[in-house]
């Protein structure tokens, strides 16, 4: 049984930066793998994934984050860079063991971490 567990969050300053994590034990890296963010009173979103080493971002991160995976160590991060208020969420990596597709809906996800809090004060 897969397990994701996600940290790295905080609270900063906009502009400026934070690395998440996503630590996968009990199997390897899922080939589609994403993370995920959600504020109050908001529905969750796709932000970044990654699919046999393709990444792809949503328009309000392009540029600005960058996600990445190191097989090695199981991990897969997400490096966030000149954040603005309104990247403030809870973030969740997730993973899609099986299959080829991989987006940005939630809902096919088959593995989901606990979730990092992410807070940006302008």
């Known amino acids: 049984q897969m397990q994701l567990v996600e940290s790295g969050g905080g609270s900063v300053q906009a502009g400026e930066s934070l690395r998440l994590s996503c630590v996968v034990s009990?199997?390897?890296?899922?080939?589609?793998m994403g993370w995920f963010r959600q504020a109050l009173g908001k529905e969750r979103e796709g932000v970044a994934r990654i699919y046999l080493g393709d990444d792809y971002y949503v328009d309000s991160v392009r540029g600005r984050f960058t996600i990445s995976q190191d097989n090695a160590k199981n991990t897969m991060y997400l490096q966030m860079n000149s954040l603005k208020p309104e990247d403030t969420a809870m973030y969740y990596c997730?993973?899609?063991?099986?299959?080829?597709?991989?987006?940005?809906?939630?809902?096919?996800?088959?593995?989901w971490g606990q979730g990092t809090q992410v807070t940006v004060s302008s």
């Open positions: 009990g199997s390897t890296m899922a080939n589609c």
């Open positions: 997730a993973a899609r063991p099986v299959g080829e597709w991989c987006g940005f809906t939630s809902s096919p996800y088959n593995y």
